[in-house]
């Protein structure tokens, strides 16, 4: 799984890790050399320009803290990008089953994509290790015997399926196996449905009819990874039709490129929950993206480095900060700092969230127009300035806003207001300044 991408990230990041500078031309090398490297592994090509457009503009916007190197800068940037491809922190680990019993799960996709395996395979998982009582349906009548595989499979791995009656449709086993689940006291329906060599009308018709008539709250698609992009086009089409979930990708074993797996989330917008490694009927895994970057990279040491190295950032710029306007300097770019600290924070109102009744000056906040987008665009005005601009706000004459005001997208007087809040603050550090150790002591003696 992912063997090849694996291999080509790593060659990659052994040349940039080592070195104690990289000049822009290291970076725009290395990015060419991820994009090819992605595209050998069958990504979907907006996703790969997607990808390294985001990794040059983190990499090119990063602050490097002392400890570490650029280049492990850029396999952290590189790492929290491939999570974000996958769906995200947030998504992953397998099934919902965050409904009342019984929870029906449709398995779809074509023939001979691992769906009657698959479902199988869930069915015994849900049962051995989460302790769930799970009743598994055939419907698909069209093909001989696949009613009869999956109850194989049930008495092999111990897992209840309902009995066959011969000359029912589709709709009807499934409706079947929902009161027997009802009466049963089981706790999760899996309905396999039938499988076509290709999506068809008919296919279409027969999967929103079941969905009708089960109401499920997990349709998983299971796909071939092998099929690489067609993975994920059918994935897109069965979306649009039957409305689905979620995805399985089957025989990631096979896939040293791993192609579809990185491009699903991306393309579809719907999360991959579990990949199959094999033939065996245990041959399962959540697909959690965090563990799947780190797995593709192989680089969790440098990655939880990096982390640990970004938390003393805060610390140091906060005590660099106070050293200078103990001095009494305060410039834009103070100013600046201060704002986008502010807007990491969730803004004004993240600020406001994390204090205890604030519920109803929340409103008087918002009417008073004090939004969150204030921060961003005071950040915008200080970025429009020159260096010199910045350090002496004195030299901002009227053409000079003007020009500023322009570069931002806001009004002069938007730019008068953050000059005069500025002075404002830059006064008040200066007074607090010369009351010696006054600063210190407010600071928490920084
Ligand atoms: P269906 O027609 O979609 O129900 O497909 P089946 O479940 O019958 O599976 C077709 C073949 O694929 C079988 O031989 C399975 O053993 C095999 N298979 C399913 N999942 C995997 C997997 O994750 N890895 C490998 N290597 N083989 C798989």
């Known amino acids: 799984m992912f063997e090849s991408l694996s291999d080509r990230l790593s060659g990659i990041f052994d040349k940039l890790t080592g070195r104690g500078a990289l000049s822009e031309n290291d970076v725009n090398e290395a990015m060419r050399e991820i994009r090819r ?24 916007g990063a602050e490097v803290v002392k400890s570490i190197t650029p280049g492990q800068m850029v396999v952290k940037i590189v790492h929290d990008q491939l999570v974000e491809m996958l769906g995200g922190d947030s998504v992953g680990g397998g099934i919902d089953l965050n409904a009342p019993a019984p929870v029906a799960i ?10 009657t395996t698959t479902t199988s395979k869930i069915a015994r998982r849900l049962t051995q290790r989460d302790k769930r009582k799970v009743l598994m349906a055939s419907l698909d009548t069209r093909r001989p015997a696949a009613q009869e595989q999956l109850k194989v499979l049930g008495e092999q791995n111990g897992v209840d399926t309902l009995p066959i009656i011969e000359g029912q449709g589709p709709v009807e086993i499934a409706k079947r196996a929902m009161t027997a689940a009802r009466l049963g006291g089981y706790d999760v329906v899996m309905l396999d449905t039938a499988g076509r060599i290709h999506i068809d ?5 027969e999967m929103a009819e079941v969905k009708a008539a089960a109401n499920p709250h997990e349709i998983l698609l299971v796909a071939d ?9 059918l994935a897109q089409s069965f979306d649009e039709r039957v409305g689905i979930t979620g995805i399985a990708l089957t025989r990631m074993d096979g896939d040293g490129r791993g192609g579809a797996a990185l491009s699903m989330q991306a393309v579809t917008g719907k999360p991959v929950k579990l990949i199959g490694t094999g033939e065996k009927s245990d041959a399962l895994e959540d697909f959690y993206p965090k563990r799947i970057a780190d797995r593709i990279l ?14 003393a950032i805060d610390a140091e710029k906060a005590a660099k ?28 109102s993240g600020m406001m969230g994390m204090l ?12 008073a127009n004090i939004d969150d987008k204030v921060f ?19 030299i901002l004459k009227a053409s000079r806003k003007k020009r500023i005001a322009a570069g931002s997208g806001v009004d002069v007087a938007e730019v008068n207001k953050l000059l005069k809040m500025h002075r404002q603050m830059a006064d008040m550090m200066k007074m607090m300044g010369k009351k010696k150790g006054m600063l210190g002591k407010l600071m928490g003696g920084l």
């Open 225 to 233: 990874a092998l099929t690489g992009q067609d993975a994920v086009n």
């Open 106 to 115: 449709m398995m779809v996709g074509l023939q001979g994509s691992g769906k």
């Open 201 to 205: 009308e008919p296919l279409m018709v």
């Open 37 to 60: 490297a992605l595209i050998e592994a069958d990504v979907a090509l907006p996703v790969v320009r997607s990808f390294t457009d985001k990794v040059r503009n983190r990499a090119v």
């Open 376 to 394: 961003k665009r005071q950040v915008a005005i200080i970025s429009s300035m020159t260096k010199q601009e910045r350090s002496k706000p004195d």
């Open 298 to 311: 192989g680089m969790g040491d440098i990655v939880s480095l990096v982390e640990k190295a970004a938390e």
């Open 321 to 348: 900060m106070a050293a200078r306007m103990q001095k009494g300097h305060f410039d834009l770019d103070d100013l600046a700092e201060q704002l986008r600290q502010m807007e990491k924070m969730g803004g004004m």
């Open 356 to 367: 205890p009744g604030v519920g109803k000056m929340k409103k008087q906040i918002e009417a």
